[in-house]
């Protein structure tokens, strides 16, 4: 898999937990809820406005009921075909 940069991956982090988000149905706030957080920081990580902590990510990977590893799988996945197009 090629490289890529800490800020390719984040951004492909936000896009991962977005579609999982919106897949289950869930609004930002019911996973705000879920993982213990206010809805402004969900929606800002879904931004990349922030850069959620390892243990903030795993909550939101439970919150709407995908595998940390994942989620970061997909990320990774994705931003690397990205990258390459």
Not at 11 to 17: D, E
Not at 31 to 52: C, D, N, Q
Not at 58 to 84: I, P, W
């Amino acid at each position: 898999m090629p490289r890529m940069t800490a800020a390719q991956f984040l951004a492909g982090f936000a896009r991962a937990l977005r579609r999982a988000r919106l897949k289950k149905g869930l609004t930002q706030e019911a996973v705000a809820e879920a993982a213990g957080l206010h809805p402004t920081y969900v929606s800002r990580v879904e931004t990349g406005a922030y850069t959620p902590t390892i243990s903030v990510a795993f909550r939101l990977s439970n919150a709407v009921e995908r595998s940390f590893s994942s989620l970061v799988r997909e990320a990774e996945e994705r931003s690397s075909t990205t990258k390459n197009k």
